[in-house]
């Protein structure tokens, strides 16, 4: 993973809330078995309208989507971190994420940062009134900047970390092994497994 | 300390705790299906790291399957589903593939075969994991990373989920049903309001529900925001469990059902938020909108988008009307359908398709309406076919279909047209979630199968009528 520190790129307005996985990129994009290529399946359905944000030639170059309430609900699928990143984007910004997403987004290197909605409401007005705009997003001052506006934003210490050194989640649980390989020698017989005779 | 059944179940699970960090959590069980995967074991090649624990690790077919008999024919989804077999073959994994008698829903397999039991770590790159919780499992939807993590060591990074007791008190009516209660809860919280949260489902209408029921309530927690749902086992719980195959046997059963007995919060334990639902109160209940928050009593009408007192539930529920191409004020009683589909790892159990069976034997599909039925697994068909069902609704005009997860979303062969509408038992009535343009309003199936009898959504009671009707005609 990439190490994230700070991020200057085109703000992109979404103004809807409880935006699902479903929207995100619907199941019939799902198919890949590799990581990337999923940039076609972003907002799949929004696209077709040529009134679609994304279809603004203005935001063509756009990584920091600034989105209403609930992002991400749904399903689990990890492809919607990946079409976000594979379309270019770098951060989202929202008041309310949906939990697997956001997870999901922090193993994936996506920053997802929690502005609250006054912050996202004025960044939003700022953006309307300078399309095409850069937004800075500073994990370590763990603000975001749009032209006078400086908001703070809300991302657990723990993510931060992970993210400002780019470091494998799997690499940090492996140096504890031996600690997994202690707790299973304590777990009951009773337990099922998988492979019946 | 006093503590919840979903806390418990957490401290029995960690492995390591330090400050600063997240727990390290052990993981008893991990489904895997072919969508969430694949980039999964690509990790693990090249890191050059095996799968830890095979044994507790199971996968199946179910996302891209087709529902009727012969191979699959979109060549994308047949790379993903062979994928996943090369990947099983190459790591040592047990999978049930399609035309095995154990493959199905992800969610229908594990139970049934009894791998999951109370008190364990139930994880699959899937949302509706939430469905085992009913079991008294800590059981929760992760991302591909997350599934990586876990083939690799079996143990998940995580944070402490705070807890949230939902009340059912009361007795829930005849012809009201597990799916009523909880679309009926997830209209009271909000598709936000579980975030961060594990539900524990508890009143003495949740104790009256039988497992399977119980597993459509936990299933759609997700549709809440809740990470998971857990019901305290008991004696319905053990009852399902005994005997089964992966279930404990002799002394071991005995030590589990002990164990098990204990695994229920504790009387003076505190959940961070409570919310209480009167069962008694509840009628058949029904969505309307593109998320399953946005759901009424069919006996209601299509809301008026300026009677929601929240700017952002006002200018929702306006999308989702124009979606869903409904006015204000149309009695959801006079919506017509044209498709109903009963499945889904939701609603796809043999109890939902008896309860759908009982309502459509002696009826007609209406001639506008194609109604399919897909059971949830191979075994809930064959279970089906033995006590007739499949010939109640083939009888009736359905179409009856192999296991998967069909229509529940647009991934395999069974969508919805642009501008088609669906009663469907499934979980999510989100844009397009069954295909490009669809409409789907989200019902239970005994709501599912009268209104593929009336051809507007409908209820059991609704039929009486029209039952005269038809005698009168042949008389």
Redesign the interface.
Known sequence: MDKFKTHTGVGVPLR???V?T??II???Y??????TGFEDGLFA?WRKDESFVLNNPVYAAGSVLVA???FG???????A?WALMNYGFRVVISS?????FR??SG??GLLTAIVSQDDVELIWKFLDNNPGAEITVDLLARTVRAGEIVAPFEI???TRWRLLEGLD??G???R??Q??TE??KG??????????A | MAGTLAEKVWDAHV??RAE???D?L?I??HLLHE??S??AF??LRL?G?PV?R?????ATED??VPTTPGPIT?P??K??VE?LRRNCEEFGL?LYPMGDVDQGIVHVVGPQL??T?PG?TVVC???H?STHGAFGALAF??????V??VL????L?L?PFRTLAVNVVGRLHEGVTAKDVVLAVIAKIG??GG??YVFEYRGEAIEALSMEARMTVCNMS??A?A?AGMIAPDQTTFDYLKGR????QGA??D??VA?WTALRSDDDAEFDEQVELDASDLTPFVTWGT?PGQGLPLSDSVPDPESFADE?DR??AA?ALAYMDLEPGTKLRDIRVDTVFVGSCTNGRIEDLRAAAAVVKGHQVAKSVRMLVVPGSARVRLQAEAEGLDAVFTAAGAEWRLPGCSMC???NPDTLSPGERSASTSN?N????QG??GRTHLVSPLVAAATAIRGTLSSPADLAGLETSITAQEA
């Open positions: 809807r809330s409880n699902d479903d929207q619907p199941a019939e799902l198919k890949r078995v590799t990581r359905a209403g309430p609930d609900t749904g399903s689990s699928r990890e492809h971190v309310r994420f949906a939990d697997i997870g999901n193993k994936a657990d210490d723990y989640d799997i940090l649980t492996l504890h092994e600690e997994v707790f299973e777990r009951p017989s009773h337990k099922p497994v998988t492979t019946l | 492995v390591r600063g960090e997240p390290l052990y008893d069980l969508v969430t694949p980039q690509d990790g890191a790291r830890r095979p044994d507790l690790t199971l996302h891209n979109d994308v989804s790379i993903q994928t047990r009894g791998l039991q364990m790159g899937d949302s994991t939807g992760i991302g591909t990373s997350e990586e993590h690799a060591t079996q143990s990074s944070r598709t936000g975030q961060g997700i549709e925001g990470r195959p992966h279930a404990p071991d059963w030590a589990a164990e998320n952002s200018v929702s999308n979303l647009g991934m999510r989100f844009e397009g979630r490009k343009g």
